[in-house]
């Protein structure tokens, strides 16, 4: 744990997380995060209404916007990132995961929460707040480091992480706010041309994603 309450845990990003995915080539062909990112557009059908927890400058949401035609929300604490987001044509606005106050009750066709949860103080409060904005048969969309993966290798923490999640972590989280039946777990690995370019074994997973209906 790196952070003492979600005040200092926000706080922390607020003044000093200014990491650009689309500057980066987040979820391109080339990039590492390639499956991890196809993963998420391949559990969203298109023309949905979808709100992107997280969304930093809107890679992910731009992806979702042009290639499944989605109407996309998105929300991050960093008025910053916010602000790109929006100059790229993404509705965004700062807020908060644990606090999506500003949406009603059974809104969404999808929430998505890549790379976010280990970010947070503590996670259920957000995870309640996706579930309450999803329409019933809705889908909540996660990704997060893999326990045994670069990420969270030997215990380290990555850039402004709180946590790294262990199976039985994630598996306990999930089934408080959703049925069991209704939670469906995948390894995501980097792409091979990225593990071979650096070393690594392109058979090791290094996210979880999962995805849970309402």
């Not at 996309?72 to 908060?96: M, N, Q, S, T």
């Not at 059974?106 to 929430?111: G, I, R």
Request: hydrophobic letters at 35%; charged letters at 30%.
């Amino acid at each position: 744990m790196r952070y003492k309450s979600k005040e200092e845990a926000q706080q922390d990003h607020i003044d000093n997380y200014r990491s650009d995915g689309l500057l980066k080539g987040k979820g391109s062909r080339y990039s590492s995060d390639y499956f991890r990112v196809r993963y998420i557009l391949s559990e969203i059908k298109p023309n949905s209404y979808v709100l992107d927890i997280g969304v930093n400058t809107g890679a992910v949401a731009l992806r979702m916007m042009r290639e499944k035609k989605c109407y996309v929300k998105g929300i991050d604490i960093v008025p910053e990132l916010v602000k790109k987001a929006r100059k790229r044509g993404v509705f965004a606005e700062v807020g908060e995961a644990e606090d999506l106050s500003r949406f009603k009750d059974n809104s969404m066709d999808y929430v998505v929460c890549s790379e976010v949860l280990e970010h947070l103080y503590d996670p259920l409060p957000a995870m309640k707040e996706a579930h309450r904005v999803l329409k019933e048969g809705g889908k909540y969309i996660v990704t997060v480091p893999h326990p045994h993966g670069r990420l969270c290798d030997d215990g380290f923490l990555g850039d402004y992480h709180q946590q790294n999640f262990s199976l039985e972590a994630l598996d306990t989280l999930f089934h408080n706010v959703f049925e069991r039946n209704k939670v469906n777990f995948v390894e995501i690995k980097y792409i091979p041309e990225y593990c071979h370019a650096n070393g690594l074994n392109p058979d090791q997973p290094q996210w979880i994603g999962l995805s849970a209906i309402k």
